[in-house]
């Protein structure tokens, strides 16, 4: 299986819930930076990782493949043999790109198939809601709309456009319940402080915090007409102006580092610039390929990040690969 990292091009957040989520409105976007998952029967279910931040992934039942894995066998295959999952990774691990969640969608998708369960997409997506709040879009790829918990997936009608993405990967991993929780803390001292009335701390920010709904002090999450819209017209410069994310200033609370890398990626002429998710991974949107390409040399010659990759959006979810002989 072949399954890609996912960005957030807008992620508007709500207030804490009583089950301690948020709710969500989010348009995920999935690219071109693949992990590669494999499925093998085997006596009893285990996992093993390779690659790019292999140490940090667990490889026991915590291991969200995983309990992918069990949530698949728990609902429609009762009787299925063991598996042994192998995972390559490329998608840094802890970095805002839902890699993890990547892994169990694949394994989702792959024992739907080795196991012949015979599951729908439909009924694979509601057992990738239980796993994670991320695993039902990692199944559906494309560009996307999620809502509650980011787990329910209105695929976005869109054009056949390519978009050009560079990626920054940070010297460091972030938690995404912690950066959620600064997200609280920083919205309850706007609340009760005199930030409040000038526009909270995310208006000292300046570009990097474009387009926030934080800004504006809503508390109900709303879909972003002008990123929808650039969408629709597959406009790349509109698009770039219409990033935006809640998550960034308290990812930036928590990682200041991050706020030198996206200003450089800017100054480099990227049409926009956004921490991914939870972060710490910066996103960049270029004009072409060869523009990404540039911006990808010089962000790398700038000692902003510890390495950059280059990636295309949107591609298509998990899916199985031929095998290479
Ligand atoms: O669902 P998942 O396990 O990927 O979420 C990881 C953590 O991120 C949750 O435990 C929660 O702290 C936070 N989260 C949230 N609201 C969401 C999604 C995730 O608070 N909608």
């Not at 930076?33 to 390779?50: H, N, Q």
């Not at 012949?116 to 994670?132: F, K, M, S, Y």
């Not at 920083?186 to 009760?192: D, I, K, M, Q, T």
């Not at 990812?251 to 926009?272: D, N, Q, Y």
Request: charged share 15%; proline share 6%.
């Amino acid at each position: 299986m072949r399954v890609p990292a996912k960005l957030n091009l807008q992620l508007a957040v709500g207030p804490p819930r009583a089950d301690g989520y948020h709710d969500l409105v989010t348009v995920f976007h999935a690219v071109s930076l693949f992990d590669e998952i494999t499925a093998r029967p085997a006596e009893r279910d285990g996992v093993s990782v390779s690659g790019e931040g292999a140490d940090r992934v667990p490889e026991d039942g915590d291991n969200l493949a995983l309990r992918a894995v069990a949530a698949l066998r728990a609902a429609a295959a009762a009787d299925a043999g063991g598996v042994h999952i192998t995972i390559a990774k490329r998608i840094p691990v802890a970095a805002g790109l839902a890699g993890g969640s990547a892994d169990a969608a694949a394994a989702l998708v792959a024992c739907n198939e080795l196991w012949g369960t015979g599951l729908g997409q439909p009924q694979l997506l509601e057992i990738a809601a239980q796993v994670g709040s991320d695993v039902a879009f990692a199944v559906l790829g494309g560009t996307a709309v999620g809502r509650g918990r980011g787990e329910r997936l209105t695929p976005a009608l869109a054009p056949a456009t390519s978009y050009h993405w560079v990626l920054a990967f940070a010297d460091g991993q972030l938690s995404t319940p912690a950066v959620y929780a600064a997200l609280d803390r920083l919205r309850a001292a706007e609340a009760g402080g005199p930030a409040a009335e000038s526009g909270g701390p995310a208006a000292k920010h300046g570009a990097a915090e474009q387009g926030s709904a934080t800004r504006h002090g809503s508390a109900e999450p709303v879909l972003d007409a002008a990123l929808m819209s650039a969408l629709r017209s597959g406009d790349a410069r509109q698009l770039g102006r219409a990033l935006s994310n809640d998550l960034q200033p308290a990812a930036l609370s928590l990682f200041p580092a991050l706020r030198k890398t996206l200003a450089a990626g800017l100054e480099l002429g990227a049409l926009g610039a956004l921490v991914s998710g939870s972060g710490p991974t910066c996103l960049f949107l270029a004009a072409s390929a060869d523009r990404a390409l540039d911006l990808a040399a010089s962000l790398s010659g700038a000692g902003v990040c510890r390495s950059v990759a280059r990636a295309t959006g949107p591609v298509p979810g998990a899916a199985v690969v031929p095998a290479v002989r």
